[in-house]
């Protein structure tokens, strides 16, 4: 009993491409000899996006697990937030009980380095381990704020101290959406977490403009920018920056389209439909900034 480790993730139709790169490459980075179940807490994903996923998982079974209707429906956070993002809250109540320890997954990751302690890290009386956030210096109590998009996650242990009814009881009783949705639910009601290295969650663009935040991590993540992107485990787009958007520019968007086709989603033909009106468009756009920044040079 409760002996099983898995990998979990949660989207909603709008996500399941990025999910299909989130997935394949987490699978091709987790150890043989774990044996890993992967889950999909699906909140509305159609069967064509189902199908291809399945391409995506390369002959793992998905195991998908629809998120009650009524569970979320009320929450949101900023524009970019759907309900989907609090469905991460509801993995211990949603997945069966042999199931000790699981790893989630933001869809918006790629996994480049072994996944495989996060299975069997020690996390003492912790519900769960994470990175901190890059960007969010603290929460209202001063502690150091974690980002949620990849959380180790002891379940028994979450479900004793009522961790996601806390959080969802914390969001309801807001009278704005929070801006970081669950995530700021979760850093306002989780007493203790374990705190992970910062190249399981490197979080790419805060990480390329780290001279536009101002935290306590600033200069820590100066320093080490350029061993963290060398030995990041995972790729996190946290963000507006994501890979697919033509006018966001993240790093390493040439490096997660590679992922996105080896993933499968794509047959070649409709993989070069779909990135050549995308490079398209991020070069018009690049040269539309480069001739602005000319013309105010001129003025
Ligand atoms: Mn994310």
């Known amino acids: 009993m409760g002996s099983s480790l898995a990998l979990v993730f949660a989207s909603d139709e709008g996500f399941a491409r990025p999910l299909a790169v989130a997935m394949h490459s987490a699978l091709g980075h987790v150890s043989p000899t774990l044996a ?28 998908w697990i629809r998120v009650p209707p009524d569970r979320l429906v009320e929450h949101r956070g900023a524009e970019h937030f759907t309900s989907t993002s609090y469905a991460r809250l509801l ?36 519900p769960f381990a994470a990175v901190r956030d890059y960007a969010i210096g603290s929460t209202d109590r001063e502690r150091p704020y974690f980002n949620a998009g990849v959380l180790a996650m002891d ?26 949705g669950d995530q700021d639910a979760l850093n306002a009601v989780a007493e203790s977490w374990h705190e992970l290295d910062l190249r399981w969650n490197v ?29 990041a485990a995972v790729l ?8 697919w ?13 590679r992922a996105l086709r080896r993933s499968g989603w794509y047959g070649p033909g409709e993989y070069l439909r ?16 480069r001739g602005r920044r000319r013309d105010r040079r001129r003025d």
């Not at 028994?156 to 801006?179: K, M, N, V």
């Not at 996190?236 to 890979?243: E, I, L, S």
């Open 36 to 63: 890993v179940e992967v889950y999909v807490l699906d909140n509305g994903i159609g069967n064509e996006s189902r199908r291809r996923l399945r391409r995506a998982a390369a002959g793992r079974e998905i195991r």
């Open 91 to 126: 993995i211990p109540e949603l997945l069966p009980r042999h199931v000790r320890r699981a790893v989630y997954l933001d869809g918006d990751v790629l996994v480049t380095g072994d996944l495989s302690p996060l299975f069997e890290l020690e996390l003492g009386n912790a």
């Open 155 to 180: 379940l028994e242990r979450w479900r004793q101290t009522g961790l996601a009814e806390r959080a969802l009881a914390y969001a309801d009783a807001q009278t704005e959406p929070l801006f970081w």
């Open 203 to 231: 979080q790419a663009t805060v990480l390329r403009d780290i001279e536009n935040t101002r935290t306590d991590l600033t200069d820590r993540l100066s320093r080490q920018r350029d061993d963290l992107c060398r030995t």
């Open 236 to 243: 996190h787009f946290a963000g507006y920056h994501k890979p």
């Open 245 to 257: 958007i033509p006018r966001a520019s993240p790093p390493a968007t040439m490096r997660w389209a």
């Open 274 to 289: 779909w990135i050549a009106p995308l490079l398209g468009k991020r070069a018009i756009l690049a040269a539309g900034r």
